[in-house]
């Protein structure tokens, strides 16, 4: 799903091996339901769902892993969900080691990042468990290390789902959303030149370009 601002989206489910959207709706929040609403959609439809790419929204991947889905979690967002917490250019040696391993993602088998990533946690476990006085708080005291603490949580609950792509080879997953996060993106580069528009036209001109009836970006339909 993409947003404009925060009051309004568009959820797309897309074929990587056709090249093609298959489903989209527009919505003024991101919820697990809506996948589910996308999900029976297709199937009512006879399309055999063989596998799932998600950005990482709470609940989504159980929507599919319910119906017995192989779930991808996106390495690419999770880069940037480390580098959320961490920034670009860490300050601590814990965090430039752990945003390095981060970066190793697309080139590691599962094995090889799992042993790395529990690698870093031995060596790091002391620091993690660093704490400081917080006397506002309820225990008086929080993490030090607090952002570290949470990119290595988040590698660590998503490890399970960040190499399904290794597990399936016959699916042909890709490990990241970029075939949508490049439409979506096409998408608002054409909308750019298109400020001030009803909603319901802005609609209308996204299911044009999801659709692929819309070849040219021209205002005589406006």
Known sequence: MTFWGRGYGVMVFRSPT????LWWTQSFQE????????????????????????????GVAQVFEREGIPVQY???HQVKT????????????????????????KDATEKEFTDALNGWHE????????KSPAPRKKRGWEYTHRRIRSAYRSLK???????????????????TTNTLDGMFSQIKNRLAV????????????????????RKSDTRKDL
């Open 123 to 130: 060596r790091w476990k002391t620091f993690l468990e660093e």
């Open 18 to 21: 056709l090249k093609k959207n």
């Open 194 to 213: 298109h400020r001030g528009l009803r909603r319901d036209r802005r609609y209308k001109i996204i299911s044009e370009i999801l659709s692929g009836k």
């Open 82 to 105: 480390i580098t959320t917490y961490l920034t670009r250019k860490p300050q601590t040696d814990a965090g430039r080691e752990l945003r390095a391993l981060a970066l190793r993602l």
């Open 157 to 175: 609950e998503n490890l399970g789902r960040l190499f399904t792509y290794q597990k399936y080879p016959e699916l042909g997953l890709p490990n």
């Open 74 to 76: 996106c390495q690419f």
């Open 31 to 58: 919820t697990p339901w809506m996948y589910g609403d996308g999900l029976r959609a297709l199937q009512s439809q006879g399309w055999t769902i063989t596998g799932a790419v998600i950005d990482g929204k709470r």
